[in-house]
């Protein structure tokens, strides 16, 4: 099997596992139904795939995925799924009331466009791109069958749209339109990164970084709420917050670090996670973060070897 064929794989395989069953959206017997693991692939891993393919013809290609990423949250969440908008949605739990302005889950909207971002694009994308460093900065497939990818894409969010009762209003769809095509124009419009003058950070201080990351994430998002914060401090924390971070890590010169390195960056936000489930006393939660961990622990091995 050529390697493009391998990396498409293992980019459209990688993306929903991670945002779905390591963060424990769903559980290990629905995502391995055959049904709604196509749909995840054709969803999240054609997506992803689309995303990477689109951004080798810009000038800050990780400044696009980045923002290409929020515009894929609302593609799934407020197209597809329609979360942003449906206060009955199950997975809202405090933010179904919390926050919610003019029809929209609005700390929840935010949550999931940073999350979908990071989780679901940037970091399958970053590995991938690790993993199979003789693919980078190429193609991975054929104009031909981008299409195809994106027309699944397309059908899928589609027929998501339909499954899915809840009915936005002509307003709330308008909005989400303008967010796709707002960040869509900014990742389109960003110029090349700047490096920073004093240097990159040690890898260690990146991967703590990485795994603090995650962890104020979740609890901004959701500590906060649960502890009486107002939803306008709560959204202005977490905006801040995030952009502090998007600063930080566009400014550092991602060629001092050896392709090991990246990977362990690029997976530490996902170790906060690992951790927390190998301590929960949850079985399955256990053997996802076991998989996960040994998913690391190969494409180490993997990467060693190249």
Not at 68 to 89: D, H, Q, R, T
Not at 105 to 121: A, M, Q, R
Not at 122 to 133: H, K, L, R, Y
Not at 164 to 189: D, K, V
């Amino acid at each position: 099997m050529r390697s493009e064929s391998k990396a498409i794989i293992f980019l459209i395989v990688f993306s929903p596992i991670t945002a779905e069953l390591l963060s424990s959206s769903m559980t290990i017997p629905e995502i391995i139904n055959p049904i709604s693991f196509m749909f995840l692939v054709t969803l999240y891993g054609f997506g992803a795939l689309i995303i990477r393919e689109a951004s080798l013809h810009t000038e800050n290609r990780w400044g696009f995925i980045v923002f290409a990423g929020m515009a894929y949250g609302v593609i799934e969440e407020g197209l597809a799924c329609k979360s942003f908008y449906n206060p009955e949605w199950p997975d809202l739990d405090v933010l179904a009331y919390y926050g919610r302005y003019a029809g929209i889950n609005t700390v929840w909207t935010l949550h999931l466009i940073i999350f979908h971002s990071i989780v679901s694009i940037a970091i399958p994308i970053a590995v991938t791109e690790m993993c199979f460093s003789e693919c980078r900065g190429r193609r991975l497939t054929s104009n031909r069958r981008l299409g195809f990818f994106g027309a699944t894409f397309t059908l899928t969010v589609i027929i998501f749209n339909v499954v899915f009762p809840y009915e936005p209003s002509l307003t709330q769809y308008m909005f989400s339109f303008i967010l796709i095509a707002l960040f869509i124009s900014i990742g389109l419009i960003m110029p090349h990164r700047m490096t920073l003058k004093i240097g990159s950070p040690n890898k260690k201080i990146l991967m703590l970084l990485g795994a603090l990351w995650m962890l104020l994430f979740f609890f901004t998002f959701f500590g906060l709420p649960n502890l009486g914060a107002s939803p306008i401090h709560t959204f202005i924390i977490a905006l801040t917050l995030n952009v502090v971070y998007l600063l930080l890590f566009s400014t550092i010169d991602w060629n001092y670090y050896t392709d090991l390195d990246k990977l362990d960056i690029a997976f530490s936000p996902l170790w906060f996670l690992i951790l927390l489930w190998l301590i929960s006393l949850n079985p399955e939660r256990t053997i996802v973060a076991l998989l996960f961990a040994s998913i690391h622990i190969k494409l180490r091995s993997i990467i060693k070897r190249t």
